[in-house]
């Protein structure tokens, strides 16, 4: 595997079921973020560890729990969503300190998710 | 609130012609700025970054910068169809607490006509 990647790609979920979204970073970078991406707004981040420490927490609802084990792995976990949370999802990682164009985010392919 | 405004498009250019994509951006202290292009169902893939007033060349991208009137854009030379996609501005900027983060604009989507 290389690069950033995201399981399930897909998710259908009731508002009462609990899931997971997986992210995994082969880049060996240091930080790494959730994103929102829906449709006609512009990508939402909603979390950021750096050094597997939270540093950012864009006021995202508690219904979003994220969890970073290890520098390279990043969950995000669901549960009584609602339907507005409809969305794609995105995970990024970068290295963070490394400065200039080492300091690009790069992106894994998404999960798209449709609560019901 | 930091913004970051592009035109939401769609803007058709015919094949081969030049596409021009501008953003602006309200925090003046940015220093780096990132241009994406994004696939109807994809995510995000860089295309360029640039740092310096003035401009950058990639292949058939330039990207140009003035700091000076907050602004940023992206120059696409000889247009293909393959270029069709939504473009993000991206700038990156100072959150606190020694932490960065990127604000993205809507985007443009670009349509190439063949």
């Known amino acids: 595997e290389t690069g950033v990647t995201q399981t399930p790609r897909h998710l259908v979920m009731g508002m009462t079921n609990k899931k997971s979204l997986k992210c995994e970073q082969h880049?060996?970078?240091?930080?790494m973020y959730w994103y929102k991406q829906s449709a006609k707004k512009p990508l939402e981040l909603m979390f950021v560890y750096n050094f597997k420490e939270q540093t950012e927490n864009n006021s995202v609802p508690s219904r979003f729990s994220p969890e970073c084990p290890n520098s390279s792995h990043l969950f995000l976990h669901l549960h009584t969503l609602q339907p507005e949370d409809s969305a794609l999802y995105l995970c990024?990682?970068?290295?963070?300190?490394?400065?200039?164009?080492?300091?690009?985010?790069?992106f894994g392919p998404g999960t798209r998710l449709l609560v019901l | 609130q930091k913004e970051v405004e592009q035109n939401s498009g769609p803007l058709s250019v015919p094949e081969g012609a030049i596409a021009s994509l501008n953003c602006t951006y309200s925090d003046r202290g940015s220093q780096s700025f990132f241009w994406y292009r994004q696939y109807s169902g994809k995510s995000p893939e860089l295309i360029m970054f640039?740092?310096?007033?003035g401009d950058k060349e990639d292949g058939r991208f330039t990207a140009q910068l003035n700091k000076a009137s907050q602004y940023v854009s992206l120059l696409i030379r000889d247009s293909q169809p393959s270029d069709s996609a939504t473009y993000l501005c991206a700038v990156r900027e100072y959150s606190g607490a020694g932490s960065y983060q990127l604000t993205f604009g809507k985007g443009t989507k670009l349509s190439v006509i063949p």
């Open positions: 880049l060996g970078h240091n930080a």
């Open positions: 990024a990682s970068s290295q963070e300190g490394a400065g200039g164009p080492g300091e690009t985010q790069y």
């Open positions: 640039i740092y310096s007033n």
